[in-house]
């Protein structure tokens, strides 16, 4: 254990020797080739394709949804258009237009890697890997239920036996004397 801690903090000096690491986990800022890893909740992928600034048409637009003047008034959605592919993404996710930018790219690049290598992209395997864990957990819970449901039965069909009753005095039940 302690040596893949170790390991994992000569990754991060590294990166951070080269310039890839400002402190802050992002999809831009770790190169491929780099262990996957999990950071604060959020999967991070490292074997995605790069995309080129120039292969992207980018437009804000208004955003639609719940908050009001803030939301119809400015122009926070960030749309992209990979122009070879013609995949867009659209990002309206925060108030700020940098953060929807920023995961604009990041959507755009998940997408991508679904688009270019189907299903042997990394995104699709840990997609299906979870939908496998979900289906195993409900059909886990379901057999719990069936268990306490036929247990329940079981109780209502076969109350606790009655008590037995006192033997009978010995003899022929007549008094001799």
């Known amino acids: 254990m302690a040596s893949r801690v170790l390991r994992l903090y000569e ?25 996957q890893s999990q950071v604060a909740g959020k999967k991070i992928y490292f074997n995605l394709p790069e995309v080129k600034e120039e292969d992207l048409e980018e437009q804000f637009v208004r955003g639609s949804g719940p908050g009001g003047q803030a939301t119809n008034k400015t122009s926070n959605c ?14 309206h996710q925060t108030r700020s237009l940098e953060q929807n930018r920023k ?36 059909r886990r819970a379901n057999e719990n239920l069936e268990r306490k449901r036929i247990f329940k039965q079981s109780l209502l069909e076969d109350p606790a036996p009655a008590p037995a009753p006192a033997p009978a005095p010995a003899g ?4 001799q004397g």
């Open 103 to 138: 995961r604009a790219r990041e959507i755009l690049r998940l997408r991508l890697d679904v688009f270019l290598r189907g299903e042997e992209s990394e995104v699709l395997q840990n997609r299906n890997e979870a939908v496998l864990r979900k289906q195993e957990k409900r």
């Open 172 to 175: 022929d039940g007549k008094n």
């Open 78 to 91: 960030a749309v992209l258009k990979h122009v070879p592919t013609g995949i867009v993404v659209k990002c």
């Open 11 to 35: 990754c991060v000096r590294e990166m951070a020797r080269l310039g890839h690491y400002s402190g802050q986990s992002s999809l831009y800022n770790i190169p491929s080739g780099w262990p």
